[in-house]
């Protein structure tokens, strides 16, 4: 029983992180572009300033 | 990572989005991002690939053209979006997913405890289980149900009943139910069964917006750009852009050629030719003169001329066909969906299976207890989660199978209603045919004549030069070297090749062919007459041909004259009516409906509008009308007619999947329904029928994966 006050919790809590990181990650707009973050991995940064 | 992100500007920026349907690769993405924030008054631009889009950040006094012609100089054609609307539907996807994503998570917690529970926990520990199962239950139910409660609640207050009405029951009953039982300590609780009915409904409910939304991204990146505005001369005599919206009557505006009118009006001054296909359907152009009424939406030919404003905006005649279209509209909003006409007749089944079995089992002694449990355990099995994904996850697999092939469907009602269909009525220009001039002899022409054509034809932006030039490309025909190359406008386009004066422009009235002729003159003497016209569209006749063989007959709905639409007639062998005015299509479609036949109307113009919206469905090409977009449900790209067929045939086999779907759906409750009024169905047994059957009706429908490509 002991182990299972300790381990219940910790599955609840690490659904949970993934649940709010999900959240988190709609509200950031991180799946507004899928194609488009396929593509800019390609862009060569020319970053010369 | 690599690309620039976006910048945190500490004053709020006006924020403008385009439509930018030409980028391709990641070298489009840089060139724009990079090149506009390079330009004078842009901060920012951020593109969005998948939508084809481009959000610019930019000082507030940059105006609309302004901001185009910057996206220009980058090398790109843009379209501005309005916003209307747009926020409101995506935030339904959102909604969806959020719901959903919370369904999913408790639903794998749950499961969790509920595998011990199954597995032979008891005592402490099982009632221990429950109250956490309990405790991620009901914030769940409460959060991701709101969706069905929400439109059940509705539909109850106007006294109907829809799917969403036996599933917010048997949610709400189950749940009160399991919880009662989790205060009691009793052996069976639901709260698995509950939440895992949610997400999969949810998830049902998430594909159907998602295909709308894919949908409607995709046609707004297509709508090209009507006249938004135009040049006013003002009483001091300088000129200036106005937008569509501020033009006055009264107002004089200078129409270039090539420019589409903003309002209607009455030229006062300078002849031309005007193209009115869009608004008539009628291909041949018609001369104007000082004095001629000519109507917003139609396109200016040949030379600029002054015309003063009649009317504007909501007076025009443009205006009075939007209006036909909303009434057209309103007849089509009566169809329901399959799964909704399902419903009507499962609902009440469900629900009396379920009262009876607990009345049954009241009368046989059981107990109010045992009997409710029977009860809940007969709900949860026959609830309809299978059913709420059989129709749309076949539909969005068959959408993108369809997008993939350059055809947009706008929404899963379409794909039902395009399934029915048995009459096809077709318009011509622009539909039938490709609706720009080509020309018809260019084999002809010598190989000299023809590099001195292409020469002076891509110097020009006359609708006769570009339709030349297109078929001398495509022949890969090289350009001479022209010189002195210069327009004059109404007449024709000069210039000096090898040294020798030559020309191309309208004949001088002595060409009798009907159609549309232009005349090429090498020095002075050697005169090549090219003839254009509208031409049919790729594969045609073969089209038509498919969609007889799938029992669709069809015919011709034209607003040109009897002439010009025969020899496509004959061509194709249809039967034709002419010179029909948008509300005469509006009537042979009612007409054709009062007789019983589901109409498929496929057309272009804006003339088409009405017909389009008021057919059973309507499909229009990419090159149609913004109006003949927005009111088609399918949208077909490239210049070929074989999506239609192709369409037609998709929504066929879209429908056989659904109601394949069906009968799977249904026989799965078919078996377990007895169980549950035996009451032997245990919530192990409940989770196993769901989900299994859920699965089998999702793996059917991604049968449906080439569905646009097969024959």
Known sequence: MTGLAFLIPVAL?????????????????????ADGAAMRILIEDEDNV | MTAPTTNQAAIALPVTDFAVPGMRCAGCIAKLESGLALQSGIANARVNFTAKRVAITHLPEMTLPQLVSAIANVGFEAVPLSESGDEEENRDAQRLLKAMAVAGFAMMNIMLLSVSVWSGATGVTRDLFHWLSAMIALPTVAYAGRVFFRSAWGALRKGRTNMDVPISIGVTLTTAL????????????????????????????????????????????????????????????????????????GMVMLVAAGERLAADGVVTEGCSSFDLSLLTGETAPQSVVTGSVVHAGTLNLDAPVYIQITATGADTAIADIARLMEQATQSKSHYVRIADRAARYYAPAVHSLAAVSFLGWMAAGAGWHESLLICVAVLIITCPCALGLAVPAAQIVVAGSLMRAGILVKDGSALERLAEVDLAMFDKTGTLTLGRPMPDNLDKATDAQKAILLSLTRASRHPLSEGIRRALE?????????????????????????????????????????????????????????????????????TLRELNRLGIPSSILSGDRAESVAPIARALAMTAQTSMQPQDKLDAIARQTTAGHKVLMVGDGLNDGPALAAGHASIAPASASDAGQNAADVVFMGD?????????????????????NFILAIGYNMLAVPLAIAGTVTPLIAAAAMSGSSLVVVANALRLKNAASAR
């Open chain 1, 13 to 33: 809590g690490l659904g949970l992180l993934g649940l709010t990181g999900f959240f988190w990650s709609i509200k950031n707009g991180q799946f507004d572009d």
């Open chain 2, 178 to 249: 399991s919880l009662y039982e989790t205060f009691t300590h009793g052996p069976h609780a639901y709260f698995d069964g509950v939440v895992m009915l949610l997400f999969f409904l949810l998830t049902g409910r998430w594909l159907d917006a998602v295909m709308r939304d894919r949908a409607r991204d995709g046609v707004s990146a297509l709508l090209k750009q009507r006249a938004s505005g135009a040049m006013v001369l003002h009483a001091e005599g300088q000129s200036s852009w106005v937008d569509a919206r501020s033009l006055q009557p």
């Open chain 2, 474 to 542: 495509s022949r890969g025909v090289k350009a001479a070297s022209a010189t002195q190359i210069q327009e004059v406008a109404g007449t024709g386009i000069f210039a000096t090749v090898n040294g020798q004066a030559v020309s191309l422009g309208r004949p001088d009235g002595e060409v009798t062919h009907d159609g549309l002729a232009a005349v090429l003159q090498v020095d002075a003497c050697d005169a090549f007459v090219v003839h254009l016209s509208d031409q049919l569209r790729p594969e045609a006749a073969a």
């Open chain 2, 640 to 660: 070929a007619l074989s999506p239609v067929a192709t369409a037609i045939r998709a929504a066929r086999k879209t429908q056989q999947i659904v109601r394949q």
